[in-house]
């Protein structure tokens, strides 16, 4: 693969979204979407992040999208890659690999 690593980031907190219950909290789901991309994609690097939006951030654009789930603009988790949202509150897999392949990321 040519292109460079994309870049994903969760946004989360510790304590789950009132509106998403039942479903796995931000920490579950950025582990559970690391390892289902380390697999659909194996020796195709990315960089995936947990963004705690309760806790300091030094990255101005990332403090902009924070505040924005903070503010209930996107429920959490919210997911971001390459800066394009891709799912928030409770994720599904299809949008995140349909958002990798078209970053060139091929499947095994």
Not at 55 to 79: G, N, S
Request: hydrophobic letters at 35%; aromatic letters at 10%; a negative charge.
């Amino acid at each position: 693969m040519s292109t460079s690593p994309v870049t994903i980031e969760i946004y989360g907190a510790d304590v789950i979204c009132a509106s998403c219950v039942n479903a796995p909290s931000s920490k579950d789901t950025y582990e559970w979407l690391e390892a289902a991309l380390s697999r659909k994609y194996p020796n195709q690097p990315f960089s995936i992040a947990y963004i705690d939006i309760n806790k300091e951030i030094t990255d101005v654009r990332q403090q902009e999208i924070a505040e924005k789930v903070r503010e209930e603009e996107y429920f959490y988790p919210l997911v971001m890659i390459e800066d394009e949202m891709i799912g928030e509150g409770h994720i599904q897999l299809k949008p995140v690999f349909t958002a990798m392949e078209a970053h060139g990321y091929q499947e095994a």
